[in-house]
């Protein structure tokens, strides 16, 4: 269906919308210049001419309502008066206008605009408000904006030009998109002369509508596009930006140079784009759990492109240099070990091979250096042998320019060795003229070739980076795992410690009612209790026994070393009451009595041969919720040893994480010490995270120290800091990736007395929806999907870890599961899914339930749910398309109130469900 295609049949319409919303911009067959002019050097000029003279298949109408016609065509003084129906409005007037000419286009059906003009957001409020009510209008009419403030758009493939840039694009594969408008403009100049190409050229501005996670999807899907490429400044919607992202990285590569790393630049940047910029090392952890390499320079963001799209990307970070002379090797060892590789021990049996084929004074290491005087044989039969070397994760091979080297024949030599399936090859021919036929053989031949070897090098490690990005994506974590850190959380106890607190108009939670709350997600803490007096400190410490620990009690200080707050191994009642007095004199002299509230008595635990943590969270501007781990204690800001993550965690996440860190290395068991027990480790992580997803009252938190050795993992100090009660609860912060719902779990009983039990699918369910696939017959599979969906397609890792790992903004899938009635083994019967139209307030619906559980009632207690979920978030329309012989599931459509229609031409049934 085409865009001039769309008002025949909304719904259908509605069904394709999700691959087809950016088509009315991206390939128009009609397209409107608002603001078209012959005023030379305007760009309502240059517009139009680079409209008109790259052929894109479609009609180009000025619209002035000043002029009969514009550069010789005929003009129309509004979008309504153009006899056609336009797809593409490109607005280059004045911004005060703008507004109303979008609810004009609106009116007409124009589906998509892509505003030029400057003046909005990057102002202040006035230009906001324009925004706001621009954005109204476009809303209104199902209407896509780019921009305001940018270059336009190009589709080189199609030849069309609607930017105000000066000359038009190659055709490729790579889709570019950039914040800034005048740096397209650079690359633009510099792909013509490195004769690069593109499939997309975008200029996104200041992203009113269209946003990063709208082009990605869209480009995700296109098939001229092979890798998407990012200039960013700001983020805009973390969210939609995270979901796209995690969706489309696992097939073509998203590569990332985000302006703003250090302040000042993170401050042009925000003046720039009138949006927030955020914590640079947030964005990396974001950019890890969505898959995106991030990169350091222009050069490298398309050189990365071009390296990915070529090699495939290695298994591991272990490289082995291939050289003809000692110090290129070096240089290339240096740049590979500082940006996170490894060289490649040589396995035994490469060792050998390499003993036979190569003269006795060979570097007997890696790098391999195989001698300044060998030829083409010599490079081709050593790459061969260590090609094979198993403990080798990639191939570099330098040529240096001697007397004897042949740089061209060693690269034909080498053209076999191209498309290994899992070891990336690159090469570095150092040198001028002389190795340049060799240089574009090897390029021409698939390998990524580099003038010098420290760059091919770096080239390495970031396909390395790469490719740990991907397995962070869809890695799916053991069920186990996940059961022993569900310890059922006291969600309760938890509510009512941060009500108190916020009720009485405290932001700090007392040291004891951070332990309480910690403990009521299940991480464990040392014994806590609060004495108000000297004697009920004695008599606390009479009980716990001897040794003892006193903290400073106070609802103001968190800090508590800072004002001689803790006295350690105390062992009597005199040594308690002098801590005590103490304590309070050291408050009362540092800030002021009235902070003293009094001590908590602790016992002194004989924690021996263990390590300080930190585990914590803040809050980022664009992401929300963000978790620490690291090595913690007195010293954590001195050290800096820590990773960050966006939460919620699962097992792999959260192993992930803890990697990231040196102290990491340490807990395994170092210089003779047992290793602590990183699955325990592991578990709390996962505990804290469901804690801060949860509990969103919550601002800051940080367990510091938790001490952890072979014998012990306890909390032995926690904070919490809250948002006031002024912030409602719709405005406390989210996290950028949506936690599992388990508002949506809930239980039934269906035909025979089954309980069955229907949530939102979790990650680990993958295993068990290959088992559900197992059970469906070939008739209940044509009557899902229309078609012979083999069984062996159906189950792939990638599909159904793409189910599993679901975002829950995105997409709600169910599950319906009963117990086994033998194992107990949960076993899944049905599967649910509404997909919600990015963009839009309405959805997709579709379901298929195994064959024993047919006609049971559980196919209308499913559709019942999905109804639910989508009244809850606030959804106006579901749709749904069924095959016209599924006369169960049209009926059951009835059921819950579709209004049913037959496909124009088809074999489906399209429904529509109105959301009360």
């Known amino acids: 269906m085409s865009p001039s295609d769309y008002a025949k049949d909304p719904i259908a319409d509605l069904v394709q919308h999700e691959n087809k919303a950016l088509d009315a911009i991206f390939s128009p067959r009609s397209v409107a210049v608002i603001g078209a002019s012959e005023k030379p050097g305007s760009v309502g000029r240059t517009v139009l001419w680079n409209l008109i003279i790259n052929p894109f298949g479609g009609v180009v109408y000025p619209v002035n309502p000043n002029r009969p016609s514009v550069m010789g065509i005929k003009a129309y003084p509004t979008v309504a008066d153009v006899p056609d129906q336009i797809d593409l409005a490109v607005v280059v007037t004045p911004a005060k206008a703008i507004p109303a000419l ?18 909005f957001k990057e102002l202040g409020a006035p230009g906001i408000a324009l925004e706001e009510e621009i954005l109204r209008h476009a809303q209104r009419g199902r209407m896509r904006i780019v921009g305001p403030n940018c270059l336009g758009v190009m589709n080189p493939i199609t030849g069309l030009n609607a930017t105000f840039a000066g000359t038009m694009a190659r055709p490729g594969n790579v889709a570019f998109i950039s914040q800034s408008g005048a740096l397209c403009t650079a690359i633009l100049d510099w792909s013509i002369r490195e004769q690069v190409g593109f499939s997309s050229f ?55 140079i985000k302006a703003g790393r250090t302040a000042a630049a993170a401050k042009a940047a925000a003046s720039h784009t009138g949006s927030l910029t955020g914590s640079d090392d947030v964005l990396d952890a974001a950019f890890r759990r969505a898959g995106v390499l991030r990169v350091e320079s222009i050069e490298e963001l398309f050189d990365m492109a071009e390296v990915l799209g070529k090699q495939p990307r290695p298994k591991g970070p272990r490289l082995s240099i291939l050289t003809n002379a000692g110090g290129p090797g070096v240089l290339a060892t240096d740049a590979l070990i500082t940006s996170g590789g490894q060289l490649a021990e040589i396995d035994p049996a490469t060792f050998s091979a390499l003993n036979n084929l190569l003269p006795p004074h060979w570097s007997r290491n890696n790098p391999i250096d195989i001698l300044g005087d060998a030829g083409p044989e010599r490079y081709a039969k050593a790459l061969e042998a260590v090609g094979k070397d198993p403990n080798t994760d990639g191939l570099l091979v330098i040529l240096t320019p001697q007397d004897m080297t042949d740089a061209t024949q060693t690269a034909e030599h080498l053209k076999p060795y191209a498309s290994h399936p899992d070891k990336p090859l690159l090469a570095s021919w150092m040198g001028g003229p002389d190795v340049e036929e060799g240089v574009d053989i090897l390029n021409k031949a698939g390998i990524p070739t580099y003038a010098y070897p420290d760059l091919a090098a770096r080239a390495f490690t970031y396909m390395c980076q790469y490719s740990e990005n991907l397995k962070s994506l869809y890695q799916t974590p053991l069920a ?43 991480i464990p803490t040392v014994e806590t209790r609060v004495a108000k007096t000297m004697e009920e400190a004695a008599d606390f410490a009479d009980a716990i026994g001897y040794p003892v620990v006193l903290k400073l009690y106070s609802q103001t200080i968190t800090h508590k070393t800072d004002v001689g707050g803790v006295q350690l191994d105390l062992g009597g009642r005199t040594a308690v009451k002098q801590a005590y007095e103490f304590i309070q004199k050291s408050v009362a002299k540092s800030v002021g009595k009235e902070h003293f509230d009094g001590v908590t008595v602790q016992p002194m635990l004989e924690l021996k041969d263990g390590y300080e943590l930190i585990v914590g ?11 620490l781990f690291g090595l913690g204690g007195q010293l954590v800001e001195v050290f800096k040893d820590s990773a960050l993550g966006l939460p919620p965690l699962n097992a792999t996440l959260a192993r992930q994480m803890m990697s990231q860190t040196k102290i990491f290395h340490a807990l395994h068991g170092v210089r003779g010490r047992k290793p602590i027990n990183l699955d325990e480790l592991e578990k709390i992580l996962l505990r804290f995270s469901q804690l801060i997803c949860e509990q969103r009252r919550i601002k800051e938190s940080d367990i510091n120290p938790l001490f952890a050795s072979p014998e012990h993992l306890l909390a032995l100090d926690a904070r919490f800091v809250l948002h006031p009660k002024e912030v409602t609860d719709d405005e406390l912060p989210r996290p950028a990736i949506r936690p599992y719902p388990i508002q949506y779990c809930s239980e ?25 696939h197992e059970t469906l017959s070939y008739r209940t599979v044509y009557m899902r999907f229309g078609h012979d969906f083999h069984f062996a397609e159906r189950t792939t890792h990638e599909r159904l870890a793409r189910v599993c790992f679901v975002d829950y903004d995105r997409q709600m899938y169910l599950v319906a599961c009963v117990r086994d009635p033998v194992s107990s083994a949960e076993q899944i019967v049905a599967v649910g899914r509404l997909s919600r139209i990015r963009g839009t307030k309405e959805a997709i619906a579709a379901m298929i339930v195994a064959d024993a559980y047919q006609n049971r009632g559980l196919g209308s207690k499913l559709a019942e749910t999905l109804r639910g979920i989508a009244q809850n978030e606030k959804l106006e329309r579901i749709y749904a398309r069924v095959l016209q012989e599924n006369q169960y599931m049209l009926q059951l459509c009835k059921s819950v ?3 049913l229609k037959p496909e124009e031409g088809g074999r489906f049934i399209l429904g529509e469900l109105k959301v009360q």
């Not at 979008?102 to 400057?118: L, Q």
């Not at 106890?493 to 403990?519: F, G, H, P, W």
């Not at 969270?617 to 978790?627: E, W, Y």
Request: charged residues 25%; glycine residues 8%.
């Open 617 to 627: 969270a803040s809050l980022d501007p664009q992401f929300g919720p963000v978790m």
């Open 897 to 899: 109130g579709f209004e």
């Open 102 to 119: 979008i609810s004009e286009c609106a009116d007409v059906g124009v589906k998509g605009a892509i505003v030029i003009s400057a003046g």
């Open 480 to 522: 186990e795992a996940l059961e022993a850190s569900d310890k059922h959380p006291d969600r309760s106890l938890a509510a009512e410690i941060i009500n108190r607190a916020v009720s009485e108009d405290r932001a700090i939670l007392t040291e004891a009612e951070s332990k309480q709350l910690l403990s009521a997600y299940g």
């Open 202 to 256: 975008v200029s996104i501005g200041s992203m009113l509508d269209v946003d990063w996670g709208d082009l990605i999807a869209y480009l995700g899907h296109d098939e001229s596009t092979q890798s998407i490429v990012m200039y960013m400044e700001s983020i805009g919607s973390a969210s939609s930006f995270l979901s796209a992202a995690r969706e489309v990285a696992l097939s073509k590569p998203i590569i990332v």
């Open 748 to 772: 039934c009983t269906i035909t025979g007395n089954v309980k069955v039990t229907i949530r939102p699918i979790r990650p680990e369910d993958e295993p068990a929806l290959v088992k559900f």
